[in-house]
């Protein structure tokens, strides 16, 4: 019994590690390792979180608010390039991803380069609000707000 304590007591402190591509800036780095980059960027971050599909997914069945997420970094992940850009808004691109037959999950980004039919691109994103639009029927719907998150270049 007690190796088993001991056992279960190192798993409680193994490193969490995004599941990102190769390429990615996040690939193969533990969410303190990748916190530490971010802050190195922006000291305003108030944490990182792996996959942009479960924040969005949280919200929606109501485990998360969504005004906890503005300063936290959501790295995109593989599964995360299946949102796709659907419309623009004012000075918003909106994404959506069919979760479901039941859930479509959404959120805006804010820049205007994407093109309809573009897939997000697996990397850090920064959350830096939540807005209020009107969904396709017509009804109110928050969603978050992000921008791409450079680590590494110049500062803006």
């Known amino acids: 019994m007690t190796t088993l304590l001991a056992f279960m007591a190192g798993a409680a402190h193994a490193d969490n590690y995004c599941d990102s591509p190769e390429w990615s800036v996040a690939y193969n780095k533990s969410y303190d390792e990748v916190l530490a980059l971010a802050k190195g960027r922006d000291k305003k971050v108030a944490d990182v979180e792996c996959s942009v599909a479960d924040q969005v997914l949280a919200v929606m ?18 599964r995360d390039q299946r949102f796709k850009v659907v419309q623009r808004v004012g000075k ?3 994404f959506s991803y069919a ?7 959404q959120f805006a980004m804010k820049d205007l380069t994407w093109h309809e039919g573009e897939f997000l691109q697996a990397g850090p994103y920064k959350v830096i609000g939540v807005e209020e639009f009107k969904s396709f029927t017509g009804f109110p719907v928050k969603l978050m707000v992000m921008q791409l998150f450079p680590f590494y270049g110049p500062k803006k």
Do not use: C, F, K, S
């Open 92 to 94: 918003y691109t909106i």
């Open 99 to 105: 979760y479901n037959p039941r859930q479509l999950l």
């Open 61 to 78: 069945e109501g485990e998360a608010g969504i005004e906890r997420y503005p300063g936290r970094v959501l790295i995109a992940d593989e």
